[in-house]
């Protein structure tokens, strides 16, 4: 079992930065992808980006290229989102995601554990 939490939501205005961190614990390491997918309200979840196992291999959903960073830090078994220049429609739940097979690519497309979320809401 992997345990996932996330940290780092909050409301803030259009334009304005974020950074999502997610620590991860129990059974994990390097070996595994991990990512993040959003909730927007009434909206399906959907992929945000994601970081292979090797953190060579980074993959971002178009809506977020150019705007948000994704990163890892293996020592502290912890993943990045940095969020900038906010948008209204960039308002969602984020989900902290950890592949459960090891080297998993950054799509995450496979079985997956969850945190609980984080709430981010941009104002216009």
């Known amino acids: 079992q992997v345990q996932l939490v996330e940290s780092g939501g909050g409301l803030v205005q259009a334009g304005d930065s974020l950074r999502l961190s997610c620590a991860a614990s129990?059974?994990?390491?390097?070996?595994?992808?991990m990512g993040w997918f959003r909730q927007p309200p009434g909206k399906e979840r959907e992929f945000v980006a994601g970081?292979?196992?090797?953190?060579?291999?980074?993959g971002y959903a178009d809506s977020v290229k150019g705007r948000f960073t994704i990163s890892r830090d293996n020592a502290k078994n912890t993943v990045y989102l940095q969020m900038n220049s906010l948008k209204p429609e960039d308002t969602a739940v984020y989900y902290c995601?950890?592949?459960?097979?090891?080297?998993?690519?950054?799509?995450?497309?496979?079985?997956?554990?969850w945190g609980k979320g984080t709430l981010v809401t941009v104002s216009s």
């Open positions: 995601a950890h592949d459960k097979n090891p080297y998993g690519e950054s799509r995450l497309t496979g079985m997956k554990y």
């Open positions: 129990g059974r994990t390491s390097s070996r595994y992808a």
């Open positions: 970081i292979a196992w090797s953190g060579t291999s980074i």
